[in-house]
């Protein structure tokens, strides 16, 4: 692939890419503006100078390749819009002629680029008989360069047209058939053809901007005609809004009766005034609030409670080697002739003080000591409400650790689930791609058996190149997917055991706080001793449960208990390995 417009010939940097819209632009390629039809006219005759030619029994100036002029027109309407412009494209391309070897006579390099067009014109009429087929999925526009260019003009929103040039001799017949019979294909490609219509920005803005500033004109009319005065619509100003603030307030305190709405702008300018003295109201009494009492801070009340009981208003206390006191009671708070002392019922039976000796009770100046009370034993809770408080105090930490372990397995698993499913999709996908390319070789063979050499199309490449992404990812995939299982084994093994390590510290601290279970009162278990086997150990409780079902049947019925063991062995399985303590006695023997 040639650029004919370089002089220099260069040919690496040009690349086939996709543009924005959808279509097909050769990247490097000379790009040139014209305004005219004579500039128009030179570039082509200067590309077309540059094409390659060479010289056969046929044809004197024989072109050896084909030729494509792109050209890329903007149109815009001078009585319409200007931003609408209607962008088309057209390509000018020249098919160089199918020529048979023995016809042309043709040697060396000569043979080798007919060779190459014969190629191309073969993978170009494939593209049109597929784009003809409705059944078709695929179209192989990537076989070739030509083809590829030209994706955007066979079919589809194109219009295409085909001139076909044949010799009228008999001794080509052959080949105007086949121009013929190509014309005929191309006729049955399918073109809807639409506009493509592009809205430039700019010109969009200008022409928005216009019609806003028309309407309001448009506004201001019908306020000049209705005698509305002052209405305006445009952004407001701070002295503005300083005016319709206080406008507001006064409406707010009752000093105006009503304001006057003028237009929805106005209407908003109030709503926004409105909130902003909302605010305003709202900030100065909480100002006011904190200033009249102390909310700086939670618990304000029960602090200065305590200040007041510093400052010894409540009385002050005492303390004593056998207790403590509520403290000295004021001179003037003893009650006249014993009125207002309640009666105790304990003291009813007490006996009266002798004349002369002072009663209990008689000097209320004292200081009265009141003796602490035997520390009682916290009233006992069930287990799982006493986990619950022992989580919130001695295993807060590991609990903790615990949680964060956890919250870490769930990520875990979830990259666990995310990684498998991306592994079997990449599985997947490779085995859909295999089996369309064992289709299509088996497919390409039958047809080509005679052919020497095995040529793969685009939809195969495609598909080779699938298989090895595909596979690459899915190594990547599964070695992550492989650390996470092993992470996720590791967070369930620690969980497990600080699980263990805390239930072994709640027992302990359980026995600390709230003592030993009771046992006085509770009826012992039938059959809750230890059952010790043939060896002296003793007996879990399904061996305890055989040995016990085995002296019932030889208490009940012996003659049957060959029988019963019998069956139970063959239900088990006949591993006859011994079990139990009956296994462990046996390996004491040995």
């Not at 709202?282 to 100002?287: F, G, H, I, L, S």
């Not at 009682?376 to 001695?394: C, D, S, T």
């Not at 030993?516 to 061996?543: F, H, I």
């Amino acid at each position: 692939m040639f650029d004919l417009l370089d002089n220099i010939g260069r040919s690496d940097h040009m690349q086939i890419v996709d543009n924005k819209e959808g279509g097909v632009q050769v990247k490097g390629l000379t790009h040139v503006q014209v305004h005219s039809e004579e500039e128009v006219l030179q570039h082509f005759y200067a590309g077309e100078a540059n094409r390659s030619v060479a010289r056969h029994s046929l044809n004197e100036e024989s072109s050896r390749s084909h030729a494509i002029f792109t050209l890329h027109i903007e149109a815009q309407s001078r009585i319409e819009s200007a931003e609408k412009v209607i962008l088309s494209k057209l390509n000018l391309v020249d098919l160089a002629g199918s020529e048979r070897v023995k016809k042309t006579d043709t040697e060396g390099a000569g043979l080798e680029e007919a060779k190459f067009i014969n190629r191309s014109l073969t993978y170009l009429e494939q593209v049109v008989v597929a784009a003809t087929d409705k059944n078709r999925d695929h179209i192989p526009f990537r076989q070739t360069k030509l083809t590829n260019i030209l994706r955007d003009s066979i079919g589809g929103n194109s219009a295409t047209l085909l001139i076909a040039t044949i010799w009228a001799e008999k001794t080509h017949l052959e080949e105007t058939l086949s121009t013929c019979r190509f014309a005929a294909r191309m006729m049955r490609v399918q073109n809807t053809p639409s506009q493509n219509v592009h809205q430039d920005p700019a010109q969009l803005l200008i022409k928005y901007e216009r019609e806003i500033k028309q309407l309001k004109q448009e506004l201001i009319m019908h306020d000049t005609l209705s005698s509305r005065s002052g209405v305006t619509y445009d952004e407001y100003t701070e002295q503005e809004k300083a005016s319709l603030k206080t406008e507001v307030e006064g409406y707010l305190t009752g000093q105006i009766e009503d304001i006057e709405l003028t237009n929805l702008r106005h209407m908003r300018e109030i709503m926004g005034c409105t909130r902003h003295i909302v605010a305003e109201m709202r900030t100065k009494v909480e100002a006011e609030l904190r200033s009249e009492f102390d909310l700086t801070a939670k618990g304000g009340g029960a602090g200065q409670a305590a200040a007041q009981r510093a400052a010894g208003e409540q009385g002050t206390s005492e303390e004593s080697e056998g207790g403590f006191s509520v403290g000295v009671a004021p001179a003037d708070s003893k009650p006249k002739d014993g009125q207002g002392l309640p009666k105790s019922p304990s003291r009813a039976g007490a006996e009266t003080p002798v004349d002369g000796e002072p009663s209990a009770g008689a000097d209320l100046d004292q200081t009265v000591l009141v003796q602490p009370a035997a520390a009682l034993p916290k009233k006992r809770i069930p287990r799982n409400e006493a986990y619950e408080v022992f989580k919130q105090q001695g295993g807060g930490e590991i609990q903790a650790e615990i949680n964060t372990k956890q919250r870490e397995l769930i990520q875990a698993k979830r990259d666990i689930k995310q990684q498998g499913d991306a592994c079997n999709g990449n599985k997947g996908k490779i085995e859909t791609m295999n089996r369309l390319l064992e289709q299509k070789q088996q497919s390409e063979h039958s047809n080509d058996a005679d052919q020497d050499t095995y040529v793969i199309d685009e939809e195969e490449y495609d598909a080779m190149r699938t298989i090895k992404e595909c596979k690459a990812d899915y190594r990547i995939k599964f070695e992550e997917l492989r650390k996470s299982k092993s992470i996720a084994e590791r967070l369930n093994a620690e969980i497990r055991n600080q699980k263990e390590e805390m239930l072994g510290m709640f027992d302990s601290w359980y026995l600390n706080e709230y003592g030993p279970e009771p046992t006085s009162g509770r009826a012992e278990e039938p059959n809750s001793k230890p059952v010790y086997g043939p060896g002296g150990d003793m007996l879990d409780p399904d061996e305890a449960f055989e040995q016990l079902e085995q002296q019932r049947i030889m208490d009940k019925d012996p003659d049957s208990f060959a029988f019963t063991m019998a069956t139970k062995d063959i239900s088990k399985g006949a591993s006859g390995r011994p079990r139990g303590a009956a296994a462990r006695s046996r390996s004491k023997k040995i």
